[in-house]
């Protein structure tokens, strides 16, 4: 999970936090924050972060909730 972390952080400029690390061995919640200019940019944003992580091969995003304020 760790690694997945310091990579969103590096590749998008995020904060990132594990929720929940003792839930199961194989599985892990993350959440992260980010700040845009408008929310057109914030959720282009959160479909890029989305893609990337299932783009690794090693994640599999089962739920994505999404507050914007």
């Given at each position: 999970?760790?690694?997945?972390?310091q990579?969103?952080?590096?590749r998008?400029?995020?904060?990132?936090i594990?929720?929940n690390?003792?839930?199961?061995?194989n599985?892990?919640?993350?959440?992260?924050a980010?700040?845009?200019e408008d929310e057109?940019?914030?959720?282009h944003?959160?479909?890029?972060?989305g893609?990337?992580?299932?783009?690794?091969?090693r994640?599999?995003?089962?739920?994505?909730n999404?507050q914007?304020?």
């Amino acid at each position: 999970m760790n690694s997945i972390k310091q990579r969103l952080k590096n590749r998008f400029n995020l904060s990132v936090i594990e929720i929940n690390p003792d839930i199961a061995w194989n599985q892990g919640q993350i959440g992260f924050a980010c700040v845009g200019e408008d929310e057109m940019t914030v959720k282009h944003m959160i479909d890029q972060i989305g893609r990337f992580i299932e783009d690794d091969g090693r994640y599999e995003i089962i739920q994505f909730n999404i507050q914007i304020y």
